[in-house]
């Protein structure tokens, strides 16, 4: 038996102008398309949790015709708050249907950018981390004083991290992407059949009052078994991963064949 959603969901599919400097701007600075993106929501001035209260998701994909913004949130999108001149087109329709559709052993063809990591704990594992780091330094040109304050600054931020009972968490390495994702999707209910791992490049975030934010991201696809439908659900509607606010976490399902 399906067990049907209540929850509502909007996407929004907005063809951007690359004739457009706002639409340019927002490309350059995942900061501004964020800002951009919540504008277009309903909420209230200095509402700090105002993104999660909406699941607000978006993503930037990208094809030889130019680029397209995906949006999705749990109300309905304002687009007619688009600066002008800003998109070639926009519209938005209801999504709740996709929820309705997900039930175990469906196969579906998956879409996500996100934000692999890895998370430290073991001592041992810490060490050799920041030993990699300081050798890593030497070879960049580093002295060898230099390199050593590399090693002594990390292990230090783990020790710190150790005293709130929570471990360093780091970028995922290149070996380690496949693996990541294949236990983030079993996580969220889906047992990944054929998976595609694409490099994007890193997301540099400047605000006015915050210092820069770097993410590195992976665009992954392929196909996927439904296997817990009420995970892949919250998945869907939360997002995954971190990075949110800067285009990461949306997962994107479709029917295979579609």
Not at 183 to 192: D, H, I, K, Q
Request: aromatic share 4%; hydrophobic share 35%.
């Amino acid at each position: 038996m399906t067990t049907l959603t209540t929850t509502r969901l909007t996407l929004a599919r907005i063809r951007l102008n690359p004739a457009s400097r706002a639409a340019h701007r927002d490309l350059v600075n995942p900061a501004e398309m964020h800002r951009t993106t919540m504008n277009l929501i309903d909420r209230e001035d200095g509402n700090p949790t105002a993104r999660h209260d909406a699941r607000l998701l978006h993503r930037v994909d990208r094809d030889p015709a130019g680029a397209t913004l995906l949006l999705q949130a749990t109300v309905p999108f304002h687009l007619d708050r688009l600066p002008d001149g800003y998109a070639l087109t926009a519209e938005q329709r209801d999504a709740t249907p996709v929820l309705e559709w997900l039930t175990e052993g469906r196969t579906v063809q998956y879409r996500i950018h996100a934000n692999p990591t890895t998370c430290l704990r073991d001592p041992a594992a810490i060490r050799e981390e920041a030993d990699r780091r300081a050798e890593s330094a030497v070879k960049d040109g580093k002295t060898y004083a230099e390199a050593t304050r590399i090693r002594e600054a990390f292990l230090e931020l783990a020790a710190r991290q150790a005293a709130k009972r929570r471990g360093v968490t780091l970028p995922a390495t290149k070996e380690s992407i496949i693996a990541w994702w294949t236990r983030t999707a079993t996580t969220n209910g889906l047992r990944p059949e054929l998976i595609t791992d694409i490099p994007l490049p890193r997301i540099n975030a400047t605000t006015s009052n915050t210092k820069p934010i770097t993410l590195r991201a992976t665009a992954f696809e392929g196909i996927a078994t439904i296997t817990d439908p009420e995970a892949t659900r919250a998945a869907v509607t939360n997002g995954i991963g971190k990075g949110q606010a800067y285009g990461l976490g949306l997962l994107s399902l479709t029917p295979q064949g579609r």
